[in-house]
């Protein structure tokens, strides 16, 4: 399906553990984002990347690793979750800047 | 002070009524400004754009921009039970982030 999905939908995953979220696009978009949405904070990025090979941090990277490989995934690694990771997570990819695709989100909690 | 600021609502009016959403930025260098709508439990979705200073109509719609003020406005004529979701703002500098403001949850009352 053309479009741009995020597995899984749902993850609960316990303190320290390793966690990856994943992101495709098919459009072979330039840019992807990450970003988390939290109440009170609303989105916030995470990481961005302008083409493969290439990203840069965001608001709040910390705890957080991307890579690139191909252009149409763009995964999101926790390296060891933490309780304040919980949070719902949005990929997005764009050609242009004014024009961000979002993905379904994934709603990750830490226990 | 946040990059951008916007009211979070909620914001409640009834069906019908005109609705006016607004944000404001503190950092001159935006160029870009969006609009985005997210239904619960879902991924926002762009509505309108606007590239500098004034109006963009799209249907019921109307995006504005006023740089010289640093603020940014969304109204919704004839407003639906299905224009009932949480609108964010965005503006994008010119290394391609995107900023959003923290959304305004709007209901419109049937």
């Known amino acids: 399906d053309a479009g741009i999905t995020q597995s899984p939908r749902y993850k609960i995953t316990e303190t320290g553990r390793q966690v990856t979220l994943m992101c495709h696009q098919t459009w072979s978009h330039s840019y992807m984002f990450w970003y988390r949405q939290d109440l009170g904070h609303g989105l916030r990025l995470i990481y961005y990347s302008a083409a493969a090979d290439i990203t840069d941090k965001g608001e709040v990277p910390d705890g957080y690793v991307v890579s690139r490989s191909k252009t149409e995934n763009f995964p999101l690694t926790l390296e060891s979750a933490t309780r304040s990771q919980t949070s719902v997570y949005f990929c997005?990819?764009?050609?242009?800047?004014?024009?961000?695709?979002f993905g379904q989100g994934t709603r990750l909690t830490v226990v | 002070q946040k990059e951008v600021e916007q009211d979070p609502g909620p914001l409640s009016v009834p069906e019908g009524a005109i609705v006016s959403l607004n944000c404001t930025y503190s950092n001159s260098a935006f160029q870009y400004f969006m609009w985005y709508r997210q239904y619960s439990r879902k991924g926002p979705e762009l509505l309108m754009y606007t590239y500098s200073s004034g109006n963009k109509e799209d249907g019921r719609f109307t995006a504005q921009v006023d740089k010289s003020s640093k603020y940014i406005s969304l109204f919704i004529r004839d407003s639906q039970p299905s224009d009932s979701a949480t609108y964010l703002c965005?503006?994008?500098?010119?290394?391609?982030?995107?900023?959003f403001g923290k959304g305004t949850r709007l209901h419109i009352l049937p």
């Open positions: 997005a990819s764009s050609e242009i800047k004014r024009k961000a695709f």
């Open positions: 965005a503006m994008t500098y010119r290394d391609d982030k995107i900023i």
